[in-house]
């Protein structure tokens, strides 16, 4: 069983990932966090992450252990994050990544979760289950300030708004695996829901699918 969960930066896709993979005892895989630990290593090296030669080198000798790190969640490197991925090339190598974990979960699981912006579209385009979380882009600026707030009181709101909007710019606008929601996705706007909301509503959807195919 592969679950699919897409959406735009900081539409709560990670949180929900992260806990339906729990309830349902799969493995999760954040497939964004491999953009963003590849342009981390670019600029690590002080290189540009749109620099093709050096982003695909980096991607191609990523490993587990960089996929932690608390620098992995800066706005430095989610900007980086989403011009390495526009890279068609660094997006082939990293595909293979997240298409074996989702056929052959690890630890000997049922199924896995991946979450990130073209999982039912691209890399797993045949999974029966899939969403697509939005909310506004004033609302997923305010969502992030708060999250940086508490490890940066001097984060600037409008500074978080404006790169949001670049990045869903970017990522939208990209020539390869774009941001868009699958045409058989299920739609949930979280402008107005909390997490534990949106929550329940995934969960009584994977359920009666699940008990449709029993």
Do not use: W
């Not at 994050?81 to 997240?98: C, G, H, M, N, T």
């Not at 969502?143 to 978080?160: C, G, M, S, T």
């Not at 699958?182 to 402008?191: L, M, N, R």
């Amino acid at each position: 069983m592969i679950i699919a969960i897409d959406g735009p930066a900081a539409s709560g896709k990670g949180t929900l990932a992260r806990r339906v993979a729990d309830a349902m005892g799969y493995a999760y895989l954040d497939t964004g966090l491999l953009y963003r630990a590849t342009g981390a290593k670019v600029l690590a090296q002080s290189a540009d992450p749109a620099d093709e030669a050096v982003a695909v080198k980096v991607a191609e000798n990523l490993g587990p252990d960089d996929l932690s790190g608390e620098e992995l969640r800066s706005e430095e490197v989610g900007t980086a994050a989403s011009k390495v991925a526009a890279i068609p090339k660094v997006r082939a190598v990293l595909l293979d990544f997240q298409r074996n974990l989702a056929s052959n979960p690890p630890g000997g699981k049922r199924g896995a979760v991946l979450d990130g912006r073209d999982i039912g579209t691209v890399v797993c385009p045949e999974a029966p289950i899939k969403f697509y979380l939005t909310a506004s882009v004033e609302e997923r600026a305010n969502r992030r300030f708060k999250q940086l707030q508490e490890k940066n009181p001097a984060a600037i709101y409008e500074r978080v708004l404006k790169e949001l909007e670049e990045r869903d710019a970017r990522d939208s606008a990209r020539d390869v695996a774009p941001l868009k929601m699958a045409k058989d996705a299920i739609h949930i706007d979280t402008d107005r829901l909390n997490a534990n909301a949106v929550f329940d509503a995934v969960m009584a959807h994977i359920h009666t699918h699940m008990s449709a195919d029993d």
